[in-house]
Structures are given as C-alpha cells and as structure tokens.
C-alpha cells in the first residue's frame, strides 16, 4: 500500500512539474529571465567544477597513503575494558565464534565474560 501511495504522489508531483513548465513557457523570454537562466547555469558550473576539484583532491590524498595492503593486527588479549575494569572469562578470540555473549560481574568488581549456554542456531 505505501508502494502504491509513493506512486501515486510521484505520478502528481510530476503532472504538477509539467503544468508549471507549461505556465513558464507561455512567457515571453525578457532579459531578467536570460540573466536568472545564465546565473543558475553559472552555479551549477562551479558546482560541478568544485566537486571534481574535490575529488581529485582525494584522489591525490589516497594515492599518497601509505596503508595499501592489509591492517596492522591487533591483539587478541584483553586484560581491561576501555574504561579500565579488569576482565576476566574466556579471551576476545574464543568469544568471537559466539552466538550470544554473557556479561556479568565476579565478587572482585571483574567483568566476566562468557559464550551463553543452550543458544541454538
């Protein structure tokens, strides 16, 4: 249903469009309406002018990078949390396999972490 609505309201928005540049062609061209035309053709020059500007510049930046191949490996031990609470459990590698990850505190303020019991596929 909402398909068919946003058709609907673009097949209006588009008879809408095309009554509009009707009404506009009816007009006599006067020299305001040149200057407007060719100013809107002047932005969309430098529009499109800046945006290639942009992309070469980016270009230019990656090619210069010197991270082609792969990252850098990060290590798997964790030992604290990114707040500084140590961690206790299973390690990051052996938890990456995990379904469901279970999170909890020990009587020592550690965080533990455990792969869920009993979750199936």
């Given amino acids: 249903m909402r398909h068919a609505l946003h058709l609907v309201a673009s097949i209006l928005m588009w008879i809408l469009f095309g009554w509009y540049w009707y009404l506009v062609m009816q007009r006599e061209v006067s020299p ?3 200057r407007a035309v060719g100013l809107l053709l002047l932005l969309s020059l430098l ?7 942009w992309v070469a510049h980016n270009k230019r930046l990656a090619a210069r990078n010197r991270r082609r191949g792969s990252p850098i490996p990060v290590s798997e031990v964790l ?5 500084g609470r140590p961690l206790a459990g299973i390690d990051a590698a052996a938890l990456k396999g995990a379904k469901v990850v279970v999170v909890s505190i020990d009587a020592q303020g550690r965080k533990v972490l455990a792969e869920a019991e009993g979750v199936r596929d």
């Fill in 32 to 34: 305001s309406s040149l």
């Fill in 47 to 53: 529009g499109l002018l800046g945006t290639m500007a």
């Fill in 79 to 83: 030992t604290a949390d990114h707040i």
